[in-house]
């Protein structure tokens, strides 16, 4: 008997699965490349979270230049970076916003430290790093202005 679509046999064709150990063949394979490929792939994202971090203390300085040139003098520590986006009530010279959007936080979550005047400069931008501790090494160093 034919089928209606030209074919041979109306018989389905016999289906063969996977068997067990052709699956943890593949498994055990992922698992190795996984193994070669994951720490090298982190360890991007940890190099790439520092230069982010720099990038953004670069650009706090630039902001902070530019208050500097319209109010003569940097914001105090108690003034903060905030400053840079909302004028202070008793600052007639303040000339921004100086940044576009709000000051944003490292890229870790947490908020760069400013302190004016400063222990190295005029003023001291930092972030604590991943770990959020002062010091470190690798990617929990303090990634620092000066």
């Not at 914001?75 to 970076?81: Q, Y």
């Not at 986006?85 to 709000?102: F, I, S």
């Not at 760069?112 to 770990?131: A, I, N, Q, R």
Request: proline share 8%; glycine share 14%.
């Amino acid at each position: 008997m034919r089928s209606r679509f030209g074919m041979g046999s109306c018989r389905p064709a016999l289906r063969r699965g996977f068997t067990l150990l052709e699956l943890l063949v593949v498994l055990v394979i992922i698992g190795l490349l996984a193994g070669l490929v994951g720490p090298r792939y982190f360890g991007q994202i940890g190099k790439s979270e520092v230069k982010a971090a720099k990038a953004q203390i670069v650009a706090l300085e630039k902001a902070l230049d530019q208050y500097r040139l319209d109010a003569g003098r940097y914001p105090t520590t108690e003034a903060g970076l905030a400053v840079l986006v909302t004028k202070p009530p008793n600052d007639p010279k303040w000339g921004g916003p100086y940044l576009k959007k709000a000051v944003p936080a490292d890229p870790w979550g947490r908020p760069y430290v400013y302190k004016s005047p400063g222990e190295h400069d005029e003023f001291d931008l930092f972030s604590f790093g991943k770990d959020g501790r002062p010091g470190g090494s690798g990617d929990d160093a303090d990634i620092t202005s000066w």
